[in-house]
């Protein structure tokens, strides 16, 4: 154990017992770990009794802040009734059903059907199946491979890692695997060339994608996975054109799309689901996270009455859909996601995060004018992202070697405000039930470190 840890401290044991994800390993044995102790509305508090404004909702997850009464006793209620049953064989139970019933109804699924797992990784690995079932069925069993996009965020689980964007998720194990593809990222701050407008930008990236198609034989390639907005990649917003002319190519070489709505999903872009948001008509959609709150590890897939059909016609002779996982559908998870859901109808969700999301983003706006250094602001809803740059006329990035965004994130935190870098983009999905009170207390805080960052940058 490392000597500077207290012997018994949680601290110390956490270093020599715990692996955490996405932690550089050797600097975790040496600083140890972040100990967060209780949680109170959109606040965490550490070990030392410090409180902070969580703007990431953890991991763009706990929509309902750290605390809420309400889910604890959903749980605590479902737990007294049946704490564990499974989904399998033909069992069900009543808050099963019910989710099923309410997440088909607010999809827009018509006719469609509602599969729960436990994960969003699971969510997105199980749409790849069934877009397989499908093609099968409709005797195109060769189409296979599976197209997302440069710097997306899938998962972590092998597939749902392959379909990621990003080396980080790659490097330390051979991946991706075989059949699984990257076209373009729709990054109009990035991507679009000098003189090239949106729509032309979205013509590009649809040319681009069709020649990928082409390139692989379009009777290989069963889908096309996007997330809305995408979230971990930098908060990365579409040309407006965009879903409707990559959708048209998806069509012509019979693609189906797949809508990672794990954190678009419950309101997070100011519409219920970041398809309305950015115009996109998935054939399936894998929704996590703001499903629950994140109170309970539960995902689900809502998909197309076609996709179900290929299933069912996949087993005409009695065969079973051979997929599932224990807690598939469990009763405490659902019965937190049916209460989850129930407050952000009272809550207004939409109108809410509309107006906290316009509050936010007229704040970051109005800090641009002051800080040279902030490049972009972008998002929707309560999903925005700052992007600092060296050069705001040129949009030249700062040196990595720099780490501008986690040195932002490290200040923040000083400040009492946690965000998360995704490399010098600052990103900020706060819990939905923020006030106008706590938007303005972020912005503050926000506003504070950037200026301190500035300071720092200029003494270099
Ligand atoms: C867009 C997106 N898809 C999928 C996942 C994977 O979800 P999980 O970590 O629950 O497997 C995440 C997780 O952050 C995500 O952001």
Redesign the pocket.
């Known amino acids: 154990m490392n000597q500077h840890f207290k012997p018994n401290s949680v601290a110390g044991r956490d270093v020599a017992s715990h692996l955490h994800s996405q932690t550089n390993p050797k600097r975790f044995e040496e600083k140890g770990p972040v100990i967060i102790t209780k949680g109170e509305g959109i606040h965490v508090f550490d070990d030392a009794g410090k409180s902070y404004i969580d703007a990431m909702a953890g991991?763009?997850c706990a929509s309902l802040g750290f605390n809420n009464e309400r889910l604890a006793a959903a749980a605590n209620r479902q737990y007294s009734e049946l704490g564990f049953y499974h989904t399998f064989f033909n069992r069900t139970h009543e808050p099963a059903t019910n989710l099923a019933e309410t997440l088909v109804d607010l999809t827009g699924m018509k006719g469609g059907k509602a599969y729960f797992a436990t994960?969003?990784?699971?969510a997105?690995e199980t749409m790849v199946k069934l877009a397989w079932v499908y093609h099968t069925v409709r005797g195109k069993p060769t189409k296979r491979k599976v197209i997302a996009r440069d710097r997306a965020?899938?998962?972590?689980?092998i597939a749902?890692a392959s379909m990621c964007g990003l080396t980080f998720m790659h490097r330390e194990f051979g991946l991706p695997i075989p059949g699984f593809l990257h076209t373009l990222c729709p990054d109009p701050y990035r991507g679009m060339l000098d003189g090239e407008s949106e729509d032309e930008f979205a013509d590009r990236l649809a040319l681009e994608l069709e020649r990928l198609i082409l390139r692989e034989g379009p009777d290989t390639i069963a889908a096309f996975i996007a997330?809305p907005i995408n979230?971990?990649g930098g908060i990365i917003v579409p040309p407006k054109s965009y879903f409707a002319k990559i959708e048209v190519v998806l069509a012509k070489y019979d693609i189906l799309c797949l809508g990672?709505e794990?954190?678009c999903g419950f309101g997070r872009t100011g519409n219920w689901f970041g398809k309305d948001t950015v115009g996109m008509k998935p054939h399936m959609m894998?929704l996590?996270?703001g499903l629950s709150s994140s109170y309970f590890p539960i995902?689900a897939v809502v998909l197309a009455p076609e996709i179900y059909d290929a299933v069912n016609a996949f087993n005409k002779q009695g065969g079973s859909f051979g997929h599932g996982f224990t807690n598939s559908g469990h009763p405490v998870g659902v019965a937190v996601a049916l209460e989850t859901i129930k407050i952000y109808n009272e809550m207004n969700v939409v109108e809410h995060v509309r107006k906290m999301g316009a509050r936010l983003k007229w704040h970051f706006d109005s800090m641009a004018q002051r800080y040279p250094m902030i490049g972009d602001v972008r998002g929707a809803g309560l999903m925005l992202g700052i992007e600092l740059v060296a050069d705001r006329a040129t949009r030249t990035p700062f040196d990595p070697a720099l780490q501008v965004g986690l040195t932002f994130d490290q200040i923040a935190y000083e400040h009492g405000l946690i965000g998360r870098c995704m490399g010098d983009t600052l990103g900020f999905s706060p819990p939905l039930i923020v006030t106008e009170k706590d938007i303005d207390q972020i912005a503050e805080r926000c506003e504070t470190s950037l200026k301190v960052l500035e300071g720092r940058l200029t003494v270099r």
């Open positions: 991991l763009w994960s969003g990784s699971e997105n965020f899938h998962g972590s689980t749902a997330e979230a971990g990672d794990i954190v894998a996590a996270k995902s």
